[in-house]
């Protein structure tokens, strides 16, 4: 929360808050769509499509502990941004210097996870790597609201329990504070870094803590073609808008 105040959404003088709302509500429409009318659970289907649609694995945890996902659901969720964002990723940053500023917001609208978006924009150009970071910060912010409204949504289309973990809580209060208070840069990089350990670390116990025929749940396949639609969704929108705002 203290590295995704909303102030973020006017990075590049609002054009990053432009993209990273524009695309974030039409891939959740989509998405949702497509898993609801493919009959997919759907906690299962707010939890991934967060993912593939915000942040990754951070926005996968948030609206999956809001939504009272099981376990395996939240486990499957991490596993799809893992496998299937990887190739999009590494087409991404190969692509990106050769397209510009379209190929730097491609990068952050596109790529799942702010330490992936920051790896790859170490090896961009400044200006490139400006917009892919600030693409994605804008898009961090909105976590714990797309959290909420995943949740919400998914209560009402299975008539499920919902919830507000502390932790949401937690964040959208350090969101907030964080849009009044800038960070010194060195107290940033520490909570980057932290934050990309327990996310590490978290995999890794979910890991362990799940058997493999946990993960052959129905809908597994399913759900990989819904994701891999999102994805194609946010390249399309996200090269759209870069094109009209950033050339």
């Known amino acids: 929360g203290f590295l995704a105040g909303f102030d973020r959404l006017g990075g590049l003088g609002g054009k990053a ?37 915000v942040c990754g694995i951070s926005a996968s945890i948030a609206t999956g502990r809001a939504a009272n996902a099981e376990f395996a659901h939240l486990v499957i969720a991490m596993l799809l941004i893992a496998i299937i964002g990887s190739p999009f990723a590494i087409a991404l940053a190969l692509l990106a210097p050769s397209l510009g500023n379209v190929g730097g917001a491609l990068v952050g609208g596109v790529v799942d996870g702010t330490p992936v978006v920051r790896a790859i924009a170490d090896g961009l150009p400044q200006k490139l790597a400006e917009i892919a970071t600030s693409i994605k910060y804008a898009q961090n912010c ?7 409204i995943l949740a919400y949504v998914a209560s009402r289309l299975g008539g499920y329990e919902t919830r507000l973990p502390l932790a949401l809580l937690l964040m959208l209060i350090a969101s907030i504070i964080a849009t009044f208070v800038s960070l010194p840069p060195s107290i940033e990089e520490s909570l980057h870094a932290a934050r990309n350990w327990l996310l590490a670390f978290a995999m890794v116990l ?5 058997p493999i025929e946990a993960l052959k749940k129905p809908g597994v396949k399913t759900a990989i073609l819904v994701f891999i639609a999102i994805e194609i969704v946010n390249i399309v929108v996200v090269y759209a808008l870069a094109t009209l705002l950033l050339t």
């Open 17 to 53: 808050g432009i993209i990273a709302v524009v695309n974030l509500v039409a891939a959740l429409a989509i998405g949702m769509y497509l898993a609801y009318r493919l009959g997919l659970d759907e906690r299962f289907s707010a939890t991934f499509v967060s993912g593939a649609s």
């Open 142 to 148: 909105l976590i714990p609201i797309v959290a909420i």
């Open 206 to 210: 979910a890991g362990i803590a799940t």
